[in-house]
T-cell receptor
Framework: AQSVTQLGSHVSVSEGALVLLRCNYS??????LFWYVQYPNQGLQLLLK??????LVKGINGFEAEFKKSETSFHLTKPSAHMSDAAEYFC???????????FGKGTKLSVKP | DSGVTQTPKHLITATGQRVTLRCSPR?????VYWYQQSLDQGLQFLIQ???????AKGNILERFSAQQFPDLHSELNLSSLELGDSALYFC????????????????FGPGTRLTVL
């Protein structure tokens, strides 16, 4: 069975600091991995996706994630946090041939001025 | 704007009632997925339709049902509502059925917030 675990339900950083949101996956087949962002009272927006091409994936808004098979991780990073990055972030894996997404519990990112 | 529309935006109803949530996928997308987001369970997959046919089922209760119509819009029907059904219900659409490839970029609508009193 496939699953994702997000470490830390809340992460707080200062504006301009590095953002690191952790995601570990469990999958018996090569996974397809995604990061989504949810701003307050809005739907989910795709930040980036890993589909077995490059292991370092660049997404929107300056975010990137690195797929590490040996660590079964897909952590999300951004070199310099901006106030507008405050949101909830979800890591997800695509479930086998059915295609539906299995989400982690989410990490709420706060950015302090 | 993802191109996926959901109506209504908010719905307040009483226990025991039945409601219908509507979703219109992005133009050209054949797959529709329904997800439930609640504080207790997080984001959970409910059901998927592809071109009018049910393709996959997740943690969907028997009191819930869905369908996809010939024009590709989808409806999620929730009946005998309970307090615990209060949640945000998302619809997502994709071009793929899921088939042999798991690569499946899904575009999410803004959601319908259901409150059961």
């Amino acid at each position: 069975a496939q699953s994702v675990t997000q470490l830390g339900s809340h992460v707080s950083v200062s504006e301009g600091a590095l953002v690191l949101l952790r995601c570990n996956y469990s999958s018996s087949v090569p996974p397809y991995l995604f990061w989504y962002v949810q701003y307050p009272n809005q739907g989910l927006q795709l930040l980036l996706k890993y589909t077995s091409a490059a292991t370092l994936v660049k997404g929107i808004n300056g975010f990137e994630a690195e797929f590490k098979k040996s660590e079964t991780s897909f952590h999300l990073t951004k070199p310099s946090a901006h106030m507008s990055d405050a949101a909830e972030y979800f890591c997800a894996v695509s479930r086998g041939s059915q295609g539906n997404l299995i989400f982690g519990k989410g990490t709420k990112l706060s950015v302090k001025p | 704007d993802s191109g996926v529309t959901q109506t209504p935006k908010h719905l307040i109803t009483a226990t025991g009632q039945r409601v219908t949530l509507r979703c219109s996928p992005r133009s050209g997308d054949l797959s529709v997925y329904w997800y439930q987001q609640s504080l207790d369970q997080g984001l959970q997959f409910l059901i998927q339709y592809y071109n009018g046919e049910e393709r996959a089922k997740g943690n969907i209760l028997e009191r819930f049902s869905a369908q996809q119509f010939p024009d590709l819009h989808s409806e999620l029907n929730l009946s005998s509502l309970e307090l615990g059904d209060s949640a945000l219900y998302f619809c997502a659409s994709s071009t793929l059925a899921g088939g042999k490839s798991s690569y499946n970029e899904q575009f999410f609508g803004p959601g319908t917030r259901l409150t059961v009193l």
